[in-house]
């Protein structure tokens, strides 16, 4: 079952009711508004809430009720990108378990790991290139053919060096969390594929804090940042798509409207291909960590991660 995304831009009051989450929104001056809400939703039908309007009450028992439905609740800061992220302390039974199976996983389990993420990473980023550019670049096939164990030859910073200066054919334009241009599009799109990882880990039993290659101290989060990187381009062709739509340059200043932040919810929604069959997004993130869980028991020694075509 697809999880919904739920965005609250406006002052709202949400609470919790027989196991649904009511919406009551300030009296409004329309009374045609005013007859929609209060507004239910059944909590076992969402998977994530963003809230991102500094007027937004949302009760403790709300609160419980998501996270114990392994619902990811993400907060956003007065710039409207997200800035905070609560999941559950626990979401599967065997949780114990595997959560040794993760901290006794082996360097070279690691590095294999981390070998086959950075290939479909880069594979990935391929296939968004020849859409932006109409042509094939085989540059990019044949260093994710290249990439080996643990990446020591660090072919993932050439493949990005590279993928960021042709994507949008503005060899000026830099990837960063605080630069400006296109890039809030592409760190709000990201936030959310981290929420939706980091979910899907935790539903697998698995701890999203230790990773198997990112291990920044101050970073709660290494694995799902790990797990994130071969799903990044389907956020970059969305977020291309959107330029393209609405005629942005990659230098150009974006405002984050509804109308943008609606589309870049629809990430969860996202077609894509995984172990040969179509499947959402949110499905896929599935799917390949509760593969991640079988190569940390010992069952398997690959990944399944999506293909981007």
């Known amino acids: 079952m697809i999880k919904r995304t739920l965005y609250f831009g406006n002052p709202a009051y949400l609470s919790l009711k027989l196991g649904q989450l009511v919406i009551t929104l300030p009296k409004p001056e329309d009374s045609s508004v005013e007859k929609k809400f209060p507004m239910t939703i059944p909590i076992e039908d969402i998977g994530t809430v963003i809230l991102d309007n500094r007027q937004i009450t ?3 028992a709300l609160i419980a009720e998501l996270l114990d439905n392994n619902c990811a609740l993400i907060t956003c ?11 559950p302390l626990y979401g599967h039974t065997l949780q114990n378990e595997r959560f040794r199976q993760q901290i006794e996983s082996s360097l070279p389990l690691k590095k294999q790991l981390w070998q086959q993420t950075i ?5 990935n980023q391929a296939s968004v290139l020849e859409h932006a550019t109409g042509h094939v670049h085989k540059n990019m096939i044949l260093w994710s053919q290249k990439v080996n164990s643990g990446d020591t030859n660090n072919l993932e910073a050439r493949a990005a060096a590279y993928y960021w200066k042709t994507i949008f054919q503005d060899p000026t334009f830099t990837r960063g969390q605080f630069e400006g241009g296109i890039n809030p599009l592409l760190n709000y799109g ?9 979910r899907s880990l935790v539903s697998s039993g698995l701890l999203p804090t230790l990773g198997i290659h990112h291990h920044n101290r101050y970073d709660a989060y290494c694995l799902a940042d790990d797990i994130m990187e071969p799903y990044r381009p389907y956020v970059d062709l969305l977020v291309l798509e959107i330029m393209e ?6 230098q150009e200043e974006i405002m984050l409207t509804t109308d943008i932040k609606k589309r870049l919810l629809s990430i969860p929604v ?3 291909k995984i172990n040969g069959k179509a499947s959402p997004l949110s499905i896929a993130a599935t799917t390949t960590c509760s593969s991640l869980v079988k190569c940390f028991e010992g069952s398997a020694r690959t990944i399944a991660y999506p293909e981007l075509k």
């Open 58 to 60: 949302i009760s403790q």
């Open 77 to 87: 800061a007065e710039n409207h990108l997200p800035t905070g992220l609560m999941l």
């Open 119 to 123: 290939k479909y990473k880069i594979l």
């Open 190 to 198: 990201y936030a959310i594929l981290r929420a939706i990882i980091a």
């Open 245 to 250: 739509e609405k005629m942005i340059s990659p």
């Open 270 to 272: 996202l077609d894509t």
